[in-house]
């Protein structure tokens, strides 16, 4: 096998899970990370079980179950009865289904998972990325400093806000999507007697703008509450800021008492933008690829973003594995293997009504990014 030298930008779930499924393969991996270390910034990720089951080929599922908890459920209630429309099993279930569970997770305990898995040393930190350059025996990832880092092959993993992205297709901006995001964490205490706590709950609005999820975090010692209220700008410096928990509370003044509840509880809140982009037809130039959001970032509504993100590593780095000796055709084959599943997922988040009155999860939760046939559509709803 030809071992190959590979620069990834951007040291997020997915650049860390494709470092680590390539050098699990024997390749040489250094990711190019902007910030200067880890904290514990974000709230959740919500691991579904096609994720879970890509991570749990890597060796990371004992670490991931003893710090997730595991939804009992995936229940749609309304907003204004409390009148349940689905309810889907999960834990045990999705895991004799589908292979592997529904696990929620901070996202600091997943990134200190993968980070733990990782060849010492694999992350630069305080690494931001300018920019690229290539020819056809190789490609130069460019650091901001100047640095210049020659390698076989250049994944672009640096989000919405892409460098590599448009250093490959030229510049362009994420479209607002007239929505604002809330998050907060719960202690469980907090709501206590409160139904369905162990569950993937959302609450539906009378409009797409408005909804509420929770779900358990932590071990299930904590409760993460994400709603979302519209916004036809956003004038704000930052993407993500401290949001008013009246203001919130008073969006929601009109949704069932436990829906309310939920609010009542939240004692600090965090704010951010949501943002979409169209489908890309093409992620790959030469030997320069993009993974996850910085190829098809997505509002947060089907719980994908993360997993996505995830499948993209494994079959990206299963086809770099496969065409070693051709890494512009191994790329391609990885894009045409992701492309109409992402699109997928990106335009039913944004429609917002996936699995509102029940239907069949399986085109989601049933893909195995370990087995799926390299160079063809994966199945689309």
């Known amino acids: 096998m030809e071992k190959l030298r590979i620069a990834v930008a951007g040291g997020g779930v997915g650049g860390m899970t494709l470092a680590l499924a390539l050098q699990a393969k024997g390749h040489e991996v250094t990711i190019y990370e902007k910030a200067g270390a ?71 305990d997943l990134l200190n998972a993968l980070e733990a898995a990782l060849t010492r040393g694999t992350i630069r930190f305080g690494a931001g990325v300018a920019g690229l350059a290539q020819g056809a025996e190789g490609a130069t990832l460019i650091l901001e400093d100047g640095e210049r880092i020659a390698a076989d092959v250049v994944i672009g993993a640096d989000g919405i806000h892409s460098v590599i992205r448009a250093a490959l297709f030229g510049p362009d901006a994420p479209s607002f999507a007239g929505l604002v995001s809330w998050r907060a964490v719960v202690p469980r205490a907090a709501l206590a007697g409160a139904p369905n706590l162990d569950s993937f709950t959302k ?23 994400f709603a979302t209220t519209g916004q036809d700008g956003w004038g704000e410096e930052g993407w993500t800021l401290p949001g008013d928990v009246e203001e919130l509370r008073a969006a929601y003044a009109d949704f069932h008492p436990e829906a309310r509840a939920l609010l009542a509880a939240c004692t600090e809140v965090m704010r951010s933008a949501l943002h979409v982009r169209e489908p890309m037809p093409r992620w790959s130039s030469g030997r320069v690829t993009l993974l996850g959001d910085a190829a098809h970032p997505m509002v947060p509504f089907m719980a994908q973003g993360a997993c996505m993100a995830i499948e993209d590593a494994i079959v990206l780095a299963r086809a770099l594995d496969a065409g070693a000796q051709d890494v512009p055709a191994a790329l391609i084959a990885y894009e045409d293997s992701r492309r109409a599943r992402t699109a997928a997922v990106q335009r039913g988040s944004l429609a917002n009504d996936w699995m509102k009155q029940g239907g069949n999860a399986d085109w989601v939760y049933g893909y195995h990014a370990w087995t799926a046939p390299l160079g063809e559509p994966a199945p689309a709803a």
């Open 38 to 108: 880890f904290g514990r910034i974000g709230a959740d990720v919500n691991l579904t079980p096609n994720a879970m089951h890509a991570l749990d080929g890597l060796g990371l599922g004992d670490v991931l179950r003893a710090t997730g908890a595991r939804a009992e459920f995936r229940i749609s209630r309304m907003w204004d009865d409390g009148r349940e429309t689905s309810r889907l099993p999960m834990s045990d279930a999705a895991e004799e289904k589908y292979g592997a569970p529904q696990l929620a997770i901070h996202r600091a």
């Open 203 to 225: 609450w539906w609005g009378p409009e797409p703008t408005r909804q509420i999820v929770t779900f358990p975090l932590t071990g299930g010692d904590e409760i993460f509450v």
